[in-house]
C-alpha cells in the first residue's frame, strides 16, 4: 500500500498490482477573478470584463481602489472596473503522481502550460543487482536544453530554474 497526503490530508491507495496513479486537475476555467465581487473576469482591450462583457463591478467601491488618487474624480460605488486579481493556481492544467513496481521508481509531472506535456520528476531505485550503483537512489529532473522539454527551461542558479 502507498499512502499520499494532499494538502494534509491522508489519501490510501491499494491497487491490486502496487502501482497507483493519481491525478489532479485544475477545475477553474478563468485565470482572473474580481477581488471585489469575485466575478469571473477575461481580459479585454478595454479592462476586464466578466461574463455578461460588462467592465463594470457592481460591487466597486472607490476607497478601495488602489488606481485611486481623488475619491472625489473616482467614479461612484458600482460604477467603476473590476479589480482583477490572478486565481491561486490557475497556471497550472494539472499534477499527477504515479508509482511504478516494475521500475521501482515514483514520478511527479506537473502541467504548467500545454496540456499534451507535463514536467517530470521521478525517483527510482537502482535494483540490488545492478554493477554499479546497487540499491541507490537517483533522481531524474526536467534540465534546460533537453529534448522536447514542456516549456523552457532558464537556470536561475543550481537546481532553480525560471519557466518561460
Given amino acids: 500500500m502507498f499512502v499520499l497526503s494532499v494538502n494534509g490530508e491522508m489519501i490510501s491507495t491499494d491497487f491490486d498490482d502496487g502501482s497507483s496513479v493519481i491525478t489532479f486537475e485544475n477545475a477553474d476555467d478563468t485565470e482572473w477573478r474580481c477581488a471585489a465581487c469575485g466575478a469571473a473576469l477575461s481580459e479585454e482591450v478595454d479592462g476586464y ?9 457592481d460591487a466597486y467601491d472607490p476607497y478601495e481602489d488602489a488606481e485611486v488618487d481623488d475619491v472625489e474624480s473616482a467614479p461612484d460605488f458600482r460604477e467603476g472596473p473590476h479589480c482583477a486579481e490572478r486565481v491561486p493556481l490557475s497556471w497550472a492544467n494539472s499534477a499527477t503522481i504515479c508509482t511504478d513496481p516494475d521500475e521501482d ?26 554493477p554499479t550503483n546497487g540499491g541507490r537512489l537517483i533522481l531524474h529532473t526536467p534540465y534546460p536544453g533537453e529534448p522536447m522539454p514542456h516549456r523552457d527551461l532558464v537556470e536561475d542558479h543550481a537546481g532553480t530554474y525560471w519557466i518561460s
Fill in 105 to 130: 521508481s515514483i514520478t511527479v509531472t506537473v502541467s504548467v502550460g500545454d496540456p499534451r506535456g507535463a514536467f517530470a520528476f521521478t525517483v527510482r531505485r537502482i535494483p540490488d543487482c545492478a
Fill in 49 to 57: 470584463a466578466d461574463e455578461s462583457g460588462s467592465l463594470v463591478c
